[in-house]
């Protein structure tokens, strides 16, 4: 799976959380709360397999990227 493939199975898998536990909300049904539950599940796995590539280019698209001499003072 590509970077752009898997940030946009974590976009859609986002949604569809959302729809099911707005179902979940108005209807009460508790298959509606485990799907919402799964796709959360769903979306962490995906999020925890991002390459390092994808990671650091967020970083730096959000401005989070730390200078290396910041990283060894933190102890990473």
């Known amino acids: 799976m590509t970077d752009e493939q898997r ?8 949604e569809e959380m959302q729809r099911a536990y707005a179902q979940y909300t108005k209807h009460g049904c508790l298959s509606d709360l485990g799907r919402a ?9 995906l999020i925890e397999g991002r390459s390092p ?3 650091a280019r967020m970083e ?4 989070l990227h730390l200078p290396a001499c910041a990283n060894e003072e933190r102890g990473a």
């Not at 539950?37 to 796995?45: D, E, N, Q, T, Y």
């Open 53 to 55: 590539e994808q990671v």
């Open 7 to 14: 940030e946009s199975e974590i976009r859609r898998a986002g």
């Open 60 to 63: 730096a698209e959000r401005g």
């Open 37 to 45: 539950h799964h796709l959360l599940g769903r979306m962490g796995a």
